[in-house]
T-cell receptor, first 113, second 114 residues
Framework: SAVISQKPSRDICQRGTSLTIQCQVDSQVTMMFWYRQQPGQSLTLIATANQGSEATYESGFVIDKFPISRPNLTFSTLTVSNMSPEDSSIYLC??????????FGPGTRLTVL | GQQLNQSPQSMFIQEGEDVSMNCTSSSIFNTWLWYKQDPGEGPVLLIALYKAGELTSNGRLTAQFGITRKDSFLNISASIPSDVGIYFCAGQLYGSSNTGKLIFGQGTTLQVKP
């Protein structure tokens, strides 16, 4: 499976600011995904990061709030914009495997004050 | 949206006991996956299932893809303290393989008493 890293691993931010999270994979992958995991909850898909085109967002998530870049097949960023305390969550990137499975990065723990 | 109903929500067991958890849905899936998440980490894939009726083991873990394609279970035998964590089922809906998207269950929190 691919080795996935995320930066930062955690951050504490002030409301109204924005944070960009990076996801780096050690091999080229077709599919990359971004998830949110609110405290004590399961994983919710934010969007599919498409290489060279706009991300595909799930219901309830919009580009203005969660802009995503995917400049190549090994890297993607998720920005959490104009943050509020409700955005405090773990943000996870994942990559698709060869057989419908997904492999996850270690996550970014965000606290918004 | 689509949902996976995972149960039980939490379990507190004695070391050495066997554990069973399951996920059910009203929809048909073409893939079932089981993940474990330790505190401060991302989910780690434990077992992947691709065919109805498939039974797959990974050490002390055994999982099955339900015959109806609407459910799956995970068993852990002879639990040990390092089994502590949150277990998630995830499924890929039939007909959605081109999207690669997964739906996750709510998770089962497992605690093991030494």
């Amino acid at each position: 499976s691919a080795v996935i890293s995320q930066k930062p691993s955690r951050d504490i931010c002030q409301r109204g600011t924005s944070l960009t999270i990076q996801c780096q994979v050690d091999s080229q992958v077709t599919m990359m995904f971004w998830y949110r995991q609110q405290p004590g909850q399961s994983l919710t898909l934010i969007a599919t990061a498409n290489q060279g085109s706009e991300a595909t967002y799930e219901s309830g998530f919009v580009i203005d709030k969660f802009p995503i870049s995917r400049p190549n097949l090994t890297f993607s960023t998720l920005t959490v914009s104009n943050m509020s305390p409700e955005d405090s969550s773990i943000y996870l990137c994942s990559v698709g495997g060869a057989y419908n499975e997904q492999f996850f990065g270690p996550g970014t723990r965000l606290t918004v004050l | 949206g689509q949902q996976l109903n995972q149960s039980p929500q939490s379990m507190f067991i004695q070391e050495g006991e066997d554990v069973s958890m399951n996920c059910t849905s009203s929809s048909i899936f073409n893939t079932w996956l089981w993940y474990k998440q330790d505190p401060g980490e991302g989910p780690v894939l434990l077992i992947a299932l691709y065919k109805a009726g498939e039974l797959t083991s990974n050490g002390r873990l055994t999982a099955q893809f339900g015959i109806t394609r609407k459910d799956s279970f995970l068993n852990i035998s002879a639990s040990i303290p390092s089994d502590v964590g949150i277990y998630f089922c995830a499924g890929q809906l039939y007909g959605s393989s081109n999207t690669g998207k997964l739906i996750f269950g709510q998770g089962t929190t497992l605690q093991v008493k030494p």
